[in-house]
């Protein structure tokens, strides 16, 4: 059509043809330009129609009868307004059908959201109770431990601090935690006399820990006994309050054990240490990844601690043989890979707590329970926008996978790293599994659908090798003492362990889990060395590893090997 | 003589199409033409006539253009495009077989009417 600037003018126009073009226009409720349009044509044509009346009169009659014959204004109107709307190109009316299906698109969003908004969970199974009826095999609160854990982290004295501007990990202007400067050092020789004598207080001030800790390490059993407010909680809100003051007390036991040492008195020393065996069954079981890893590391820091002491002072024959004696019971009787039978309680009371039930097992996300459950976590504490943290959570929930399917996943994960949890790092390595592969190799869609299980999943891979790190590193500790009681007994060192085994010293020879095959023991000079393969599976020839900074590293996971003897090797650095 | 709306509404179209076809008219001067052709016997409601040249110029059988005419006014000119040739001749044929059925239906009273 030929753009034309028309003469929209009513002025040869009757005043009822006027009005009854206005009405036209007006009611027709389109473009501008379309409805100029079609004014001015509706105009020329009463224009035409009246240009052969005389007088006014006469122009106002024919007007009517046009008016008339024209019919009702509304109808033409909506008339003029389809056909023109039917006059539109095929491009524009694509991008008006693609505004239409995104507004309706967005209406049903948003009728969604309100729908995801307004879900309440049902709270069916108390996670906390189903917790602690696993981990209390017995009701008699004399066998419990936890009371007296819970005293240690009152009386616990906590290590002063000391002036030594040559530790290299002092970067506090010669100012150092006692605790620490020990933890590094192998032996109190390395100690100055004021550094000494502060240890020497700083343990004396500790009796009554360390009189709880070897109380409570008699007990058979720990439990933690929650108060009807905290059966309440979430799973995640579950207090968990002695870990970290038991801790403390194992390093202060471990510090007593070298300090008895280096006053020679070997026996008070073993005495120190035996109670941690004892204690670190305490946080074995089905129970926590964060209490079974407090579990090892407390057997971790005894095996060091014994091995420190290998190192630096003689054992009679009959201490050794106690050593050795109580480690293989321990070795025994642990379970040495991750139990997950109560740590998925953790996820199920998440999607309890965060998803809607259906009463079919199904269900949508919940954008403030997400929001809460996230916010015990700490995470998305940067996000402090209400509004925003509104948006982001009600996004996280819109395009979450929905309750079944994150279920059965979860389930399933949790199957696979405890069946992945029963085979050895060699194993995994050897047949390549991995778990943190399997979610690194989901699209991006997938990813976003399981956000929130992402975030929720703990590092099984790295989790699941931390037991067998334990138990290669006590089960060589074994061999170790085993190899000291026979170049006590023969004034030589076994040739080999098949020998150490033959002559009875030790059962079996420890299988590397890194390796698959026997630990390995070599005789240099007149020492010997025992090392595993570590996280790079081959044999470096008993050559520890070295970390990004030039560090030498016990567990390096890319290259070296883990030395257990000389112990030396471990703690040049 | 007024034929009811719906009668006429079906061939109105075709009326249209055949109108133009012999030249391009605008909006008054078409209706007029259509009413003098037929001897007053089909006069298009002039409010239907527009919406009615609207959807034939959606469908692509028209095409229209503003112009002065020789009066110095501003008219808008419908002429029938190729396309609406092709459907007039299509419906012609359509009419004559409605013709002749309805001769056939109405035999010698049809042409008495």
Known sequence: ?573 | MKFERELLKGIAPVVVLETLSRGKMYGYELSEAIAAKSQNVLTLGQGTLYPLLYNLEAQKLVVSEWETSESGRERKYYSITSKGKERLEADKVQLADLFKALKLVFGASLAEI
């Not at chain 1, 005043?15 to 389109?30: G, H, R």
């Not at chain 1, 343990?203 to 006994?225: G, M, Q």
């Not at chain 1, 009875?504 to 393969?533: A, Q, V």
């Open chain 1, 1 to 573: 059509m030929k753009k034309m600037e028309h003469k929209n003018v009513f002025e040869n126009l009757p005043l009822c043809a006027v009005e009854y073009i206005k009405l036209i226009i007006k009611k027709m409720k389109w473009r501008k330009k379309v409805r100029e349009d079609v004014q001015a044509e509706l105009i020329a044509h009463f224009e035409d129609a009246l240009h052969d009346c005389k007088t006014n009169e006469e122009k106002e009659k024919a007007a009517k009868e046009l008016i008339a014959n024209f019919g009702d204004a509304g109808l033409i109107a909506v008339l003029a307004r389809r056909a023109k709307k039917r006059c539109r190109p095929m491009w524009q009316k694509a991008i008006i059908r693609c505004f239409q299906a995104f507004g309706i698109f967005i209406i049903f969003l948003i009728l969604y959201c309100f729908y995801i908004a307004s879900g309440k969970p049902t709270l069916r199974v108390n996670y906390i109770q189903e917790y602690i009826n696993a981990n209390r095999p017995v009701s008699d609160e004399s066998q419990n431990a936890e009371s007296l854990y819970k005293q240690i982290g009152k009386v616990y004295v906590k290590p002063p601090e000391i002036n030594d501007a040559n530790d290299h990990n002092n970067y506090a202007g010669g100012k150092i935690d006692l605790l620490d400067k020990i933890k590094h050092i192998r032996d109190f020789k390395q100690l100055n006399d004021e550094q000494f004598a502060m240890v020497d207080k700083w343990i004396e001030d500790n009796n009554e820990t360390i009189k709880l800790f070897i109380e409570a390490s008699k007990r058979p059993y720990c439990w933690h006994e929650p108060n009807a407010s905290e059966l309440q909680e979430s799973f995640i809100a579950m207090l968990m309050p002695n870990l970290s003051s038991t801790r403390n007390a194992v390093y202060l036991l471990t510090a007593k054990a070298r300090l008895k040492a280096y006053k020679g008195n070997m026996n008070e020393a073993l005495q120190c240490i035996t109670p941690l065996w004892d204690a670190s069954g305490h946080f074995s079981g089905p129970r926590t990844i964060i209490e079974q890893l407090v579990g090892l590391s407390i057997e971790g820091l005894s095996f060091k601690a014994v091995s420190d002491l290998l190192a630096e002072y003689k054992f009679s024959p009959e201490q050794l043989k106690m050593i050795q004696s109580r480690l293989e019971k321990l070795l025994a009787d642990n379970d040495f890979y991750m139990n997950y039978g109560t740590e998925r309680f953790f996820v199920r009371d998440f999607i309890q707590r965060c998803y809607t039930d259906d009463g079919r097992g199904n269900g949508h996300a919940i954008p403030d329970q997400l929001s809460q459950f996230w916010g015990n976590f700490g995470e998305y504490d940067m996000v402090t926008d209400k509004k925003f943290r509104g948006l982001l959570f009600l996004g996280m929930s819109v395009l979450s996978e929905d309750r079944k399917e994150m279920t059965e996943f979860m389930e399933h994960f949790y199957e696979k790293a405890q069946q992945y949890a029963k085979m050895t790092p060699w194993q995994l390595h050897k047949e390549n599994k991995s778990l943190e592969s399997m979610l690194t190799n989901w699209s991006r869609y997938k990813s976003l659908r399981y956000m929130n299980a992402r975030m929720l999943l703990p590092a099984f891979d790295k989790a699941n090798t931390i037991p067998y790190r334990y138990q290669i590193t006590g089960k060589s500790l074994i061999v170790t003492i085993a190899v000291f009681r026979y170049q006590q007994d023969n004034n030589k060192l076994p040739e080999s362990l098949k020998q150490l085994q033959e002559t009875g010293y030790i059962c079996s020879i420890p299988i590397d889990p890194f390796s698959g095959n026997e630990i390995t023991y070599k005789l240099t000079k007149d020492e010997f060395t025992i090392y595993s393969f570590g996280f790079d599976f081959d044999d470096d020839g008993g050559k520890i590893g070295v970390n990004n900074q030039g560090k030498s590293e016990m567990w390096n996971t890319d290259d070296g090997d883990a030395v257990f003897w000389p112990v030396g090797e471990t703690l040049k650095n």
